[in-house]
């Protein structure tokens, strides 16, 4: 699998499947990809309806046919306007076209649905836990025993999510052996340091410092 970081929260899964998450491009100051970029997808998942994170989803299901997955509310709008969508809630684990999709806690707010939430997705045999917005939740020792991701996208940002001292205890508790920061430096309200985060992780994990647009292969 290839997964690619276009920059703030937003992945690209490449595998059997192409899986978006939180695909914010249109007024993404970091990313150097656009919505006319996405020729083909088949999942595009949105941890929450914040306009950072919700981004260009309905737009790029509307153009590639792909099926949008979110919490209930978020879904539900979703087929109000045509689209193909998969409503879960925390807790539920969906499986569409050979991608499964489990959805887990994380502490944020949001309009529809009310919450934000984390997912984890397995894709040929390799499991990414995006932990979408959130504060340090004891749920992150839950989400590594029961799910045993292979790679974590962790928030770093410090002002609307952890800290790098924060996440790096997410990285103890989930004791995920690979790990990238993300969801930092796309403002200034969020400027952050992963070199910081990097540190304070240590040997628990393998820290990978990816810039936007560029690609890890597992």
């Known amino acids: 699998m290839k997964i690619k970081w276009i ?5 690209l899964l490449e595998g059997s499947r192409k899986v978006l998450i939180d ?23 949105v941890t929450h309806d914040h306009g950072d994170h919700l981004g260009d989803s309905f737009d790029i299901c509307k153009k ?13 709008k979703a087929e109000e306007e045509g689209l193909k969508a998969e409503q879960m ?26 919450t934000a939430v984390g997912v984890v997705v ?5 499991s990414v836990y995006h932990a979408g917005d959130t504060g340090l939740t004891m749920d992150m020792t839950l989400i590594g025993e029961m799910y045993k991701p292979d790679i974590a996208f962790l928030p770093i940002d410090g002002r609307f ?9 997410a990285v103890e508790m989930l004791k995920v052996p690979r790990v990238v920061p993300i969801h930092y430096n796309t403002f200034p309200a969020i ?28």
């Not at 920059?7 to 992945?11: F, R, V």
């Not at 590639?64 to 539900?76: D, N, P, Q, R, Y």
């Not at 397995?122 to 390799?126: P, R």
Request: proline share 6%; net charge negative; charged share 20%.
């Open 7 to 11: 920059g703030h929260s937003a992945l």
């Open 23 to 45: 695909p914010f491009l249109t007024g993404n100051p970091v990313s150097e990809t656009s919505v006319d970029d996405i020729t083909e997808c088949d999942i595009v998942i």
């Open 64 to 76: 590639t046919g792909a099926t949008l997955v979110s919490l209930f509310e978020i879904a539900v």
């Open 89 to 114: 809630n925390v807790g539920g684990t969906i499986e569409n076209n050979g991608v499964k999709v489990s959805m887990v806690p994380a502490l944020h707010t949001a309009t529809l649905g009310g």
């Open 122 to 126: 397995e894709l040929d045999g390799v």
């Open 161 to 169: 999510t952890m800290t790098p001292r924060l996440a790096a205890k």
């Open 191 to 218: 400027e952050s340091s992963p070199e910081e985060f990097k540190s304070l992780v240590g040997f628990r994990s393998e820290v990978i410092i990816l810039k936007p647009g560029e690609i890890i292969k597992l």
